[in-house]
């Protein structure tokens, strides 16, 4: 008989680690020092906290649904049960293309950060890249523990660097070391600091910060390979706030301490990894190598997120395959229980996005930059889930605390709070085009939002879905 269950082998060390890791990346070591420099210190503190209330909020609806309905493919299987199968089949193929778009990003990102040494700048760059895709291919195709041990320790190396950054830049605020003695929080009163631009400064970092906490809700798609996820998931949600606090708003305090807004350097146009804040104050503090040190943290950083891409997209398709909304050869399990036709399907997308990327880079950009909004929509898609099973169980008169072993708290406030940050950030990033009317770019500002609509509405046509009525939402609980 041919088994069609994954392993449950990830641990609860790794899916923490994925939780603290998933959103650590090039956002946080290269750009954040941009955002300080357009909204000042107190703009930057203020709406990475905001951003990271929101996703506080999401993350505990995705604990909730993960603990109740622990299966691989989660957003389209969450979607697709209590929301319409329509609304699954949109939400798993956007969240497809979505991370096998930004597992191409990566890797690319990767092959550019690799040529910062004269060592490996001889080799072309399309050639890393493919030797970047048979390694990560590689980590994914024997077994989930060795994805989840890799992905372990690539969480390990940046959250390591980002706690030794922020003891020495507090020791560096106290003038206890470094050279320059104890700057305080002068920095935070130079020129229109802490808050710089006003509303409009804060609004434009506000979607920065939203779009670079993507890849934080990865952790729910490891609740189908978790070995226990009634314990990992709920601690894995705890330690996403605390996580925000301290590395993301930590970070950016020590940052905005050191360095003043108006220093040229934080802008980084270019994406130098010498200009990177960090780099610039373990140079200051006179730690050879510097540079050196930070590229290869971000190797990892931007390898790591890669990674993900790779676990989460052919969990996806292996999902939607099951459900019959993608070819059934995709829901096939190899001898090792792993969905390997659905990990050479995303490889060969990947593949694909890569040669595109390398022969026109102007299109390829056009197309990242639709990934903000489409992670957006995934992540309204998963809350309106949480939602809909929390009504279904109070209509269908069940007990609440007999069906969820993890409750999200502060239920229905979470969800108000992350909805109405999610408008906010859709009609916030066209904000300067709305006011001055800008139609085409208003218009591919909204082209990722039609075609989410016309893929919900082409599979309702097409398959004659209708969204499930509260009272016939399935209540029984996923057997692990």
């Known amino acids: 008989m041919e088994n069609n269950q994954m392993d449950r082998d990830l641990k609860t060390r790794h899916i923490s680690m994925i939780a603290i890791g998933g959103s650590l990346g090039t956002g946080l070591f290269m750009a954040s020092g941009a955002v300080i420099s357009q909204a000042g210190p107190g703009g930057a503190i203020a709406a990475y906290a905001l951003i990271g209330i929101m996703v506080y909020f999401l993350m505990t609806a995705l604990g909730e649904l993960a603990t109740f309905y622990p299966v691989?493919?989660?957003?389209?299987?969450?979607?697709?049960?209590?929301?319409?199968?329509?609304?699954?089949?949109?939400?798993g193929w956007l969240y497809w293309v979505i991370w096998s778009l930004v597992a191409s990003v990566d890797i690319i990102t990767a092959a550019k950060v690799l040529s910062y040494w004269e060592l490996f700048s001889g080799i072309n760059s399309f050639v890393w890249c493919l030797i970047f895709l048979a390694l990560l291919f590689l980590l994914n195709a024997f077994s989930v523990k060795s994805f989840?041990?890799?992905?372990?320790?690539?969480?390990?190396?940046?959250?390591?660097?980002?706690?030794?950054?922020?003891?020495?830049?507090?020791?560096?605020?106290?003038?206890?070391?470094?050279?320059?003695?104890?700057?305080?929080?002068?920095?935070?009163?130079?020129?229109?600091?802490?808050?710089?631009?006003?509303?409009?400064?804060?609004?434009?970092?506000?979607?920065?910060?939203?779009?670079?906490?993507?890849?934080?809700?990865?952790?729910?798609?490891?609740?189908?390979e978790s070995e226990n996820p009634k314990e990992s998931m709920p601690k894995a949600i705890?330690?996403?706030?605390?996580?925000?606090?301290?590395?993301?708003?930590?970070?950016?305090f020590v940052i905005a301490s050191l360095i003043p807004y108006t220093d040229s350097r934080l802008l980084n146009e270019n994406s130098d990894v010498a200009m990177s804040p960090f780099t610039i104050i373990f140079d200051n503090l006179g730690i050879l190598f510097a540079a050196s040190i930070?590229?290869?943290?971000?190797?990892?950083?931007?390898?790591?997120?890669?990674?993900?891409?790779?676990?989460?997209?052919?969990?996806?398709?292996?999902?939607?395959?099951?459900?019959?909304?993608?070819?059934?050869?995709?829901?096939?399990?190899?001898?090792?229980n792993m969905p390997f036709n659905a990990?050479?399907?995303?490889?060969?997308?990947?593949?694909?996005?890569?040669?595109?990327?390398?022969?026109?880079?102007?299109?390829?950009?056009?197309?990242?930059?639709?990934?903000?909004?489409?992670?957006?929509?995934?992540?309204g898609m998963s809350v309106l889930s949480h939602y809909r099973l929390r009504r279904a169980i109070k209509v269908q008169h069940r007990d609440e605390d007999a069906l969820l072993s993890y409750k999200a708290p502060f239920?229905?406030?979470?969800?108000?709070?992350?909805?109405?940050?999610?408008?906010?950030?859709?009609?916030?990033?066209?904000?300067?085009?709305?006011?001055?009317?800008?139609?085409?770019?208003?218009?591919?500002?909204?082209?990722?939002?039609?075609?989410?609509?016309?893929?919900?509405?082409?599979?309702?046509?097409?398959?004659?879905?209708?969204?499930?009525?509260?009272?016939?939402?399935?209540?029984?609980?996923?057997?692990?």
């Open 294 to 336: 930070m590229n290869t943290v971000i190797l990892t950083a931007v390898l790591s997120a890669g990674n993900s891409g790779l676990y989460a997209t052919s969990r996806l398709l292996y999902s939607l395959s099951n459900e019959g909304q993608a070819p059934k050869f995709l829901g096939k399990l190899n001898k090792r």
């Open 72 to 91: 691989s493919g989660s957003f389209s299987a969450y979607a697709r049960r209590f929301v319409d199968p329509a609304a699954g089949f949109m939400v």
């Open 411 to 480: 239920f229905p406030f979470g969800v108000v709070i992350v909805g109405a940050t999610i408008i906010f950030l859709l009609i916030g990033q066209s904000f300067a085009d709305i006011t001055s009317l800008n139609w085409p770019k208003l218009f591919n500002s909204f082209i990722p939002i039609l075609i989410a609509v016309a893929t919900y509405f082409g599979y309702k046509v097409i398959k004659k879905t209708k969204i499930i009525p509260l009272k016939d939402i399935d209540l029984s609980k996923h057997e692990l």
């Open 343 to 379: 990990l050479l399907v995303t490889t060969a997308l990947i593949i694909l996005s890569i040669i595109y990327a390398h022969v026109n880079m102007g299109g390829y950009g056009k197309l990242l930059n639709m990934l903000g909004t489409l992670v957006l929509l995934v992540w």
């Open 148 to 224: 989840g041990e890799a992905e372990y320790w690539f969480s390990f190396i940046k959250v390591g660097t980002i706690i030794i950054f922020l003891i020495m830049g507090v020791l560096m605020i106290f003038g206890i070391i470094g050279n320059q003695g104890a700057v305080g929080l002068k920095n935070f009163t130079v020129g229109d600091a802490p808050f710089v631009n006003g509303f409009l400064g804060l609004l434009g970092v506000l979607v920065v910060a939203g779009f670079s906490f993507g890849g934080t809700e990865v952790v729910a798609v490891t609740a189908g």
């Open 238 to 252: 705890k330690q996403v706030f605390w996580r925000i606090l301290l590395f993301y708003i930590g970070s950016i």
